[in-house]
Antibody
Framework: QVQLVQSGAEVRKPGASVRVSCKAS????????IHWLRQAPGQGLEWVGR????????KYAQKFEGRVSMTRDTSISTAYMELSRLRSDDTAEYSC???????????WGQGTTVTVSS | SYELTQPPSVSVSPGQTATITCSGD??????TCWYQQKPGQSPVVIIY???KRPSGIPERFSGSNSGNTATLTISGTQAMDEADYYC?????????FGGGTKLTVL
């Protein structure tokens, strides 16, 4: 079955960077954009950006431009999101998702908790 | 930047119709979708392309989009529908979410 499996929880100090991975299985990795989203505790969904796994082309939300980098390794069907210069308000659950069957994010990873604390 | 506005909360009695709105400039010109999120779970798409339901989503969920407002309607609301609901649209190759609406069934 189509599945996105993310890396485990991370704790970082302010100013540091974090990289989260998203391993895809059950479909052709290069066929579907991978989106990254986040949700701070008790808050709503926020789109961080997306990567085209086929070309490596990326599009980021303006808010994260200059601080986020999305990459992929097609040999292991894995996408990565790196967020730098972390602040306490970056504490959130980060999720990857794809538009697999519908024109919407219909397959989600399990989420990765990133905690930024001194 | 583009914003989608949802009411923070909506309450409905079981069996009644719940309506959740999502407003944005000329939103009717863009495709929208709706997600349901229950505590501790990932969002689930319940409406895509304004008014289409993915397989497995009950018929009581319906959507529309015109002018500046997209609407999610839940007919015959059940206790299990209590959740947070988010609208989402594609804006110039980016994705924008509404702030979310907490639906209470009481």
């Amino acid at each position: 079955q189509v599945q996105l499996v993310q890396s485990g929880a991370e704790v970082r100090k302010p100013g540091a960077s974090v990289r989260v991975s998203c391993k895809a299985s059950g479909y052709t990795f290069t066929h579907n954009y991978i989106h990254w989203l986040r949700q701070a505790p008790g808050q709503g969904l926020e789109w961080v950006g997306r990567i085209n796994p086929n070309s490596g082309d990326t599009k980021y939300a303006q808010k994260f431009e200059g601080r986020v980098s999305m990459t992929r390794d097609t040999s292991i069907s894995t996408a990565y999101m790196e967020l730098s210069r972390l602040r306490s308000d970056d504490t959130a659950e980060y999720s990857c998702a794809i538009e697999y069957k519908y024109y919407a994010m219909d397959v989600w990873g399990q989420g990765t908790t990133v905690t930024v604390s001194s | 930047s583009y914003e989608l506005t949802q009411p923070p909360s909506v309450s409905v009695s079981p069996g009644q119709t719940a309506t959740i709105t999502c407003s944005g400039d000329k939103l009717g010109d863009k495709y929208t979708c709706w997600y349901q999120q229950k505590p501790g779970q990932s969002p689930v798409v319940i409406i895509y392309q304004d008014n289409k339901r993915p397989s497995g989503i009950p018929e009581r969920f319906s959507g529309s989009n015109s002018g500046n407002t997209a609407t999610l309607t839940i007919s015959g609301t059940q206790a299990m529908d209590e959740a947070d609901y988010y609208c989402q649209a594609w804006i110039s190759s980016t994705v924008v979410f509404g702030g979310g609406t907490k639906l209470t069934v009481l």
